[in-house]
């Protein structure tokens, strides 16, 4: 496994693997990686011959009260993991790589796609995020790219980016994977103090909960709304953030079940907020 710091290098190294008949996966990351990114790379791994992971804290989907500074990091322990999965590239660049003195250019998906849900309450986080994930795109040129379904919004504005930005890239959702007792992984996690940690369980139980409702036959949203936030609420910690179901594809709001529906929710547990999401198919 190599570990580069430059685009150059990144691109001599991709264009080498191509010379040589293999495709390419991509992996991008924020570091501090837990078994929820190493089942990307994985993935990557089977479907492709030549796997890239990008660690990069990209400053610029935080908003100016969040978590940028504090965000955790340890890059040494993330090439140990990469390493014991088979990853062979890691593009670990500083910001100014990224973007250097008088960067000013964006990418920016807007309509209602990037207006709700997490955008709703962080108004700039996604222009950052499909800015970065195009530079990266641009750098690497992956074959296929394989993001968390954790994140379900940044998987939708991300394959709404690449359809109509015309990128050649195949992107590939993948489960969500959680801790033993429900709980999704995240590096934010590891925020939480031992009692919001137990309370964050609320989280997988609420969907849970709505999951048994639905096999029931309970179709309706303002219901099933009702019962995920009422499950919630049982946590004294919990502040919920938002709670909707929305269509999978475009994220806009709908009052009854349809074909493929998604149900996502954010909640604080004192200083941390946390995601999670169901993904419901009745095709």
């Not at 997490?118 to 970065?132: D, E, I, L, N, Y």
């Not at 641009?138 to 968390?148: Q, R, T």
């Not at 139980?205 to 999951?211: D, E, I, V």
């Amino acid at each position: 496994m190599t570990v580069v710091k430059t685009i150059n290098e990144v691109r001599q190294f991709v264009k080498e693997a191509r010379l040589k008949g293999m495709t390419i996966g991509f992996v991008p990351t924020m570091g501090f990686l837990h078994e929820g990114h190493l089942s990307l790379m994985r993935e990557a791994k089977t479907q492709t011959d030549y796997v890239v992971v990008s660690i990069f804290v990209n400053p610029t989907q935080f908003g100016p009260t969040e978590d940028l500074a504090t965000y955790p990091r340890d890059l040494a322990r993330d090439q140990t993991l990469c390493e014991s999965v088979g990853v062979d590239l890691i593009f670990a660049p500083e910001v100014e790589e990224m973007y250097p003195s008088g960067y000013s250019t964006i990418v920016d998906c807007e309509g209602p796609i990037t207006k709700q849900l997490c955008g709703a309450s962080r108004p700039t986080h996604f222009k950052g995020v499909t800015s970065v994930v195009a530079k990266l795109f641009n750098i690497v040129l992956p074959d296929k790219a394989f993001f968390g379904q954790k994140d379900a919004q940044q998987v939708a504005v991300i394959e709404k980016m690449v359809k109509e930005l015309n990128f050649d890239v195949e992107i590939v959702p993948c489960p969500i994977v959680r801790e033993e007792d429900g709980l999704a992984m995240s590096s934010r996690n590891t925020y939480l103090d031992a009692e919001a940690r137990r309370q964050a369980l609320v989280l997988s139980q609420s969907l849970n909960a709505a999951k048994a409702s639905i096999d029931a036959g309970v179709t309706r949203v303002s219901e099933l709304i009702s019962l995920i936030r009422e499950t919630i609420q049982k946590a004294t910690l919990a502040e919920i953030d938002y709670v909707q179901i929305v269509d999978a594809t475009t994220l806009l709001a709908i009052d009854e079940l349809n074909d493929d529906t998604l149900i996502a929710l954010a909640v604080k547990f004192e200083k941390t907020r946390l995601i999670d999401n169901l993904r419901i198919r009745r095709r």
